[in-house]
Structures are given as structure tokens and as C-alpha cells.
């Protein structure tokens, strides 16, 4: 297996808020033998860098920016993230895990419940009908989670987590289109308290800053068979920003309130496109619209300079003659 497609949204509340900011195919020369497009949503030609209409990156480019996330402490959620970091190749502290399918589980049960049938018990809503998407993943994943705080805020978690197990008996753990369970709190269900925010989030050993909520944030991860994963963001106000590194001047991923989603897309994919500009400039490489492949550039004189200067100076050290004593 290999990594296909990473897709990164955001989670923090406002505008932006589900927004996708990273939405990269990772580009491949290797002949794929079977795409799983049932289970990984990538249709053949996708990552040809000949006939992809997307955007494709290396996959170290892919791997530097979830790298940068886990060095800022980002706790990530999702559904299945075992499976995910290892076809990913990345190693993430168990402290920074936040795993719905561990959350959603009782310890004495043999079953691990889809995120299929969480979303539609939970959100009523039917998703992966046809096919998985790494950005509903994401989506949904994340909103489970909120769920989850929600009903654990109220009290009621335990309570509802014995319902799914015995709806899933029911249903055979399939959920049944556009039939949904009763909604939490139900009739006669205490509750103790109203819907959850998001609570401070900091790396151990930090304290949270009780002023400051924590900016969450959702990476999917498409391999060939299905993944997503969430981020969520350390509260410190400075490392907010959920993106791989500081905008360039005069552009900022906080769009206002009028502005439609549409637009801030558009400033978002500017952004990147700029970032990966300029990796692909210190990596020697031009940049190409999508659909193309990284052509490497000609060493500058000053590289040629810094490249080959090192062999000069052994080579001149090995001419020195010094006078005996």
C-alpha cells in the first residue's frame, strides 16, 4: 500500500470552519495494480502526473507538511488512525491521538463500529454510499468528535454508546438509508449540561491558556484503502495558524465573514500553490501546473560554487608543502 491523496481542512470555528486547505495527490511513477477505488475514492489516472487533472506533489512534500502538525503538538482525530500512520510512515505520540474508533468502543465488545454507521446513528447522515472521499472523512470524523464531547459534557455518552451497540444488533451494523434513530437527549434523559465547546488542547507540560480555545484543524489521509484523520491546534494564539508555514506578506488565510466560501478557497489554494513554489525552488526543481512532472533545474554558479568548492580546498590542501623543522 501507499499513500494517494492528503487532504487537510479546517476545524476551528468561523468561517473557515470544514474548509479544506490542503488537498494534494501524491504523484507516483511505479504502475498501480489496483486503485481500490471502492475503498480509496482514487479513480485510475489520477496520480499519472501525465494525465492527472489534479494537483500532484512528491510524497516528501506530503510528509513535511503532517510533519510540521505533529511538531506543533496537533492532537489528531479520525477514524481507523492505526492503519493510517503506518501507511503514512509517520509516528505520532499516543498523547496527540484522538481515535474515534477507540472512543466509540467498549472493551469488553469484539466490535469496532464503522464511521459509516456512527455518522449515520449519530448525524443522521449517509456518506460513503458509493465511494470514500478523504475530505468527507475528514468532515465527519471530526464532527463525531465534537459529538463526542457533546454527549460526554451532558452526561449521556456511556448511555448512548449502549444504544449503538444494540441498534447495531438490529441492523446488522448496516445503517438503513434515510431512516435514522431518535436524536440525544431523548424524551425523559436527564441532561447535565449544554452543548460542549472545544476545551484547551496543549502539548504535556504545557498548560492551556484557559482564554484561548484551541484552533482544531482536519487532515484526511486517502491511501489505497481509506483513511482520515483530524487535527486539532495547540491553544497558544502564535501557532494558531494550521498551516505548514507563516503566509507570505500580504496574505492571510483569515478571510472575513462576507467573504464566501468560494473566495476563501481561492485564497487558501494561492497560498499553497506560493508554498510549494518556493519548496520546490530550494529543491531545485521548477515549478509546473498541475498535470505535470518536476523538471530539475540547472545548478546556479553559485550553487556549482558551494557544491564544488569543498573537493577545491582538499584539493589545494593536498599541494600545501610545508618546510620541515
Known sequence: ????????????????????FIDDY???????????????GIQPGDLD????????????????????LVDMGCIFVGHGLRQDFRIINILVPPEQVKDTVDIFHIKN???KISLRFLVWYLLHQDIQSETHNSIEDARTALALYKKYLELKENGLFQEVLEDIYS???????????????APWPRAGTP???????FQNLSRPGTPATPATPGTPATIAANAITAA???ALGPPNPTNSMMVPLPPPPGLTLQSPLST????QMQVQQMYLQQQQQQWSAGQGYSFLPPGQSPIPQQPTTQQQQQIYQPHAVQQQQQHLHYPSQ
Open 49 to 68: 502526473p501525465n494525465v492527472s487533472k489534479h494537483t500532484l506533489v512528491p510524497l516528501k512534500v506530503a510528509y513535511k507538511r503532517l510533519r510540521v
Open 109 to 111: 465488545r469484539q466490535r
Open 1 to 20: 500500500m501507499s499513500l494517494a491523496r492528503v487532504s487537510v481542512l479546517r476545524g476551528d470555528e468561523g468561517p473557515l470552519e470544514y474548509v479544506p
Open 260 to 263: 464566501s466560501a468560494q473566495q
Open 191 to 197: 441532561s447535565m449540561g449544554s452543548m460542549a465547546m
Open 228 to 230: 482520515a484523520i483530524a
Open 167 to 181: 441498534e447495531g444488533r438490529k441492523t446488522n451494523w448496516k445503517p438503513i438509508p434515510g431512516q435514522f434513530p
Open 26 to 40: 501524491i504523484a507516483t511513477s511505479e504502475p498501480v495494480v489496483d486503485y481500490l477505488t471502492e475503498f480509496s
